[in-house]
């Protein structure tokens, strides 16, 4: 009867000792195309990989989603692209420690094209950043020889030319916008004419201009306040860092500093004002103003 006892008193325990067992850190799966591009005639070879950068030794079963749809497992980590759509992935396997299994957090998506016309528009993937070159390609279906191309930009054309590449040599902020192609071309002895889709082309600035918000919640007299002043450095590079400078009503407010966040521990009524940074990379020589900021203190 003893024993009896014992056991169903583990029993209990059990599931509360599997419940104190420490979750392990989310992972995030990465998908990322391994043939083709992500703009592709249908036809054309196009396939992406899954894997997981932070523990890629480990045997993962991989599970793929075209527009957060469910298309099942793959024992391979490489998938066959047919389709338009934006695709994600999640890596899957066994532990032997609770809770017995481990998925990772669902890789950013990628969006991919399969066009079925005859003109298609390459650009570039990831989106440029200011002042690099930049190459848009009108490819035709089958690669035969263009007797003219036109490139169109926002609705007008802006450039005509026997090329299939259109080239920035340093892309603008101003060159961003929604490009397409038409092509001719001849082909047994007939000519051919066909027009791409269009494209959105994004160009990054290399500091983005920052937004500086209220970081903490309702402004209450007595109450902590922290300023934050939101930015993104696009470039990538050793020994690159952004310093931040805060002021108040044209005033600075601290030297200057690597932190994005300015806080009031007990904010006051002669708080009140209207803040503004500025984001700054020494190195590029690069500079951003943010928004201006009223702050009001109840």
């Known amino acids: 009867m003893i024993l009896l006892h014992c056991f169903c008193a583990i029993l209990i325990l059990l599931p509360r000792a599997k419940c104190q067992e420490p ?3 989310p992972i995030l799966a990465s998908i990322t195309v391994s043939k083709g591009s992500t703009r592709v005639f249908s036809g054309d070879d196009l396939r992406t990989e899954c894997s997981v950068p932070d523990d890629p030794s480990q045997p993962w079963r991989y599970r793929w989603f075209r527009d ?6 793959y024992n391979s980590s490489e998938a066959w692209i047919k389709r338009s759509g934006n695709y994600s992935c999640r890596g899957e396997r066994d532990t032997k420690k609770w809770p017995y299994a481990l998925n ?20 570039p993937v990831p989106p440029p950043i200011l002042d690099d070159t930049v190459i848009l390609t009108c490819n035709i279906r089958g690669n035969p020889v263009a007797t003219e191309v036109r490139f169109y930009k926002d609705g007008s054309e802006i450039h005509v030319d026997w090329s299939n590449e259109l080239v920035f040599s340093k892309v603008t902020l101003e060159d961003a916008g929604v490009y397409w192609c038409r092509v001719s071309w001849i082909e047994k002895y007939v000519l051919h004419s066909a027009q791409s889709l269009p494209v959105p082309v994004n160009v990054l600035d290399k500091l983005e201009t920052p937004r500086l918000v209220v970081d903490s919640g309702q402004v209450v007299a007595g109450r902590a306040v922290r300023i934050k002043c939101d930015t993104r450095l696009n470039v990538k590079a050793e020994g690159l860092q952004i310093e931040y400078h805060f002021m108040k009503n044209h005033t600075r407010l601290a030297p200057v500093s690597s932190s994005n966040t300015y806080t009031i521990w007990k904010v006051k009524e002669q708080d009140a004002g209207v803040y503004i940074c500025k984001a700054r990379v020494r190195r590029l020589d690069v500079e951003r103003w943010s928004n201006t900021l009223e702050l009001k203190v109840d």
């Open 23 to 25: 979750t392990p850190a």
């Open 104 to 123: 990772t957090l669902p890789s950013p998506p990628l969006q991919l094209h399969v066009d079925r016309g005859w003109a298609l528009l390459q650009t």
């Open 68 to 73: 957060e749809q469910d298309m099942g497992f």
